[in-house]
């Protein structure tokens, strides 16, 4: 008052969920699929507990914390390096001609999160022209974290000039497991070939948003997905 000097300072306070007080909640599920094929699909959330309400439910079919394999889902939970437990349901289902768009709903009624993702069930490339690519990695994960990252093609033949670029580092269908990632492909009930690679991958501090990018020359196809890292 004596001076009429006035001055303020600003202090951005951001989640590192060290002190577990905002719960991130994750889904994971195939961008598109054929009709007839399979794959695993997950919610997870991280927070200071473990949590028991945590509840999955996929076109109206629902598993909860309790989930066994018998239901062709199951549940757990582990504890992160930072002290936060991550709860998680998984299962492994078959999309059918009947889910056009298939949505993959996460709750937790007791940390009051939900989470949603969509997967697009196209035709089954029975004449295998039109080529389709896939991505798959996590919508979100924590500093530090862990999480498998994948790209496929499916198409009439093997694709060999499928890449992968995760965050500037690169994977082509000759990837072997000393590289960190793998390749392979199979064949699908309906004469189409999926080619894919995959690999574990750390997410760290400097991966603010993650880009995982898909190409194959050959054909022509190209995709991203995204993950914000927390």
């Known amino acids: 008052p004596y001076y009429r000097r006035y001055a303020s300072a600003y202090t951005r306070v951001y989640s590192n ?84 768009y298939s949505v993959l709903r996460c709750s937790s009624p007791y940390y009051r999160r939900y989470a ?18 896939h991505t798959r990695a996590p919508s979100s994960i924590g500093y530090g974290d862990s999480s498998s990252i994948s790209c496929a093609i499916t198409a009439d033949k093997v694709d060999r000039t499928l890449q992968l670029n995760w965050n500037n580092k690169t994977a082509n269908y000759n990837a072997t497991y000393g590289t960190g990632f793998y390749s392979s492909y199979y064949r699908n009930y309906n004469g189409s070939v999926t080619t894919y690679i995959s690999g574990f991958v750390r997410f760290n501090s400097s991966d603010r948003y993650s880009v995982l990018r898909c190409s194959s020359p050959y054909y022509r196809r190209y995709k991203s997905a995204y993950t914000r890292v927390y």
Do not use: E
């Open 116 to 133: 949603s993702a969509y997967t697009r069930v196209y035709s089954n490339n029975t004449n295998h022209t039109d080529p389709m690519m």
């Open 17 to 100: 969920n060290t002190n577990h007080t905002d719960p991130m909640m994750h889904t994971r599920a195939p961008s598109s699929i054929g009709y007839g094929d399979s794959s695993s699909i997950s919610c997870a959330i991280t927070a200071d507990n473990v949590d028991r309400t945590l509840q999955l439910n996929w076109n109206n079919r629902t598993a909860n914390y309790n989930a066994t394999y018998g239901t062709g889902f199951y549940s757990s939970y582990y504890k992160n390096w930072n002290g936060s437990v991550t709860t998680f349901i998984s299962g492994y289902v078959r999309f059918n001609s009947s889910d056009r």
